[in-house]
């Protein structure tokens, strides 16, 4: 086995509740930094990392480390990014990428500088119906493409629910469901589609905004739904839907072509069932799980960010590698600009 990969994970939210356990769980991976503002010590000493930081900054400044996880909320990307590509550090950044299209290129830019592996976190991209779905386009059985239909619907900002106040609810620190889940489902329509957006019209919409929590009546100022219509050119649209505020979640995923549809639907956008429709017949299709599978009972997306740890790894060693890119990224900031997600 190479030599393990000294990383360093920025934000102990997500960060520590999928990248971190993922990153323990690999092989090739090993934490040795945990930074955020106020709470990196206490997690760091309950979790076994051996050093702790306040910043981004300054951990790539006293760390040795090859990579860095940056998994803090939106609007600290940018600062986390441009610190660890400053130090050549190798990163891997989440969703959104950045709070506005200017910063998304600034830090597009700085990779490019630095020459270092960079990629965003879209481990969707790796769920094996996903996974088989990209192989039915690339092998020619669903032609020509026309239609890419996803849409994601979920509970948990109807008028009844509660989540805690926070920057989530902060339209100027990058909340809203636009940047949570519309990031996904446009990168995923993009890596089906192979190819980057010509147009889009879309808006955002916010059904819920007077909240409430333990601590009484809030203001969001956010979106609870996000809603696209994208043109890929040579026939192909996408038409790309997410909506926090309904009775039942569910996640539907189709590709429609001419000769057929190939459609994915369940619970979430983890669990699903795969089909394929023509003029004769509906098919279940059998997918092959993730090898890391094992791993979903620690946290649904573990086992998918494994394996988007492997394209980091693959990039890392300067091979060709499946990576998510900050080119991409920056497409997708387009996307979510163009109806409404831009500080």
């Known amino acids: ?25 690999h ?26 930081f306040a910043s981004c900054t300054e951990m790539v400044r006293d760390c040795e480390l090859d990579a860095v996880t940056v998994a803090s909320p939106p609007f600290a990307h940018r600062e986390a990014v441009l610190a660890a590509l400053a130090a050549g550090k190798h990163v891997l950044c989440e969703k959104p990428f950045a709070l506005n299209l200017s910063h998304a290129e600034e830090m597009l830019s700085a990779s490019q500088r630095a020459g270092t592996a960079c990629g965003l976190a879209h481990e969707f991209r790796w769920i094996p119906a996903r996974q088989a779905i990209k192989e039915l386009i690339v092998n020619g059985h669903v032609k020509p493409l026309r239609e890419i239909e996803i849409a994601q619907l979920s509970t948990f900002l109807r008028m009844d629910g509660t989540r805690e106040r926070g920057w ?36 955002l919409r916010t059904a819920n905004p007077h909240r409430h929590d333990a601590k009484g009546e809030f203001v969001s100022s956010v979106d609870d739904g996000a809603f696209a219509l994208v043109d890929y050119g040579d026939g192909l649209v996408a038409r790309l839907c997410v ?6 979640s569910s996640f539907t995923l189709a590709v429609h072509a001419e000769n057929r549809t190939a459609v994915e639907s369940g619970p979430s956008a983890v669990e699903t069932t ?8 509906t098919s279940e299709l059998q997918c092959k799980p993730s090898p890391y599978a094992r791993f979903s009972s620690v946290q649904p997306n573990v086992p998918y960010l494994m394996e988007l740890y492997d394209a980091f790894a693959t990039a890392i060693a300067g091979k060709e590698s499946a990576l998510p890119t900050f080119a991409e990224a920056v497409e997708t900031q387009k996307v979510l600009a163009a109806i409404g997600f831009s500080v």
């Open 243 to 248: 909506d926090a505020t309904v009775a039942q």
């Open 168 to 203: 989530w609810f902060d339209r100027n620190r990058g909340g809203g469901i636009a940047g949570a889940l519309l990031s996904h489902v446009i990168d995923m329509a993009s890596w089906l589609a192979a190819r980057s957006p010509q147009r889009t019209t879309g808006f």
């Open 27 to 52: 092989e090739r991976y090993e934490v040795v930094a945990l930074a955020s503002p106020s709470s990196a010590a206490a997690i760091a000493k309950e979790r076994g990392i051996p050093h702790a």
């Open 274 to 281: 795969l089909y394929a429709v023509d003029e004769r017949e």
């Open 1 to 25: 086995m190479s030599e393990r990969l000294r990383t360093g994970i920025v934000g102990a939210g997500f960060g520590v509740k999928a990248h971190l356990p993922a990153l323990l769980a």
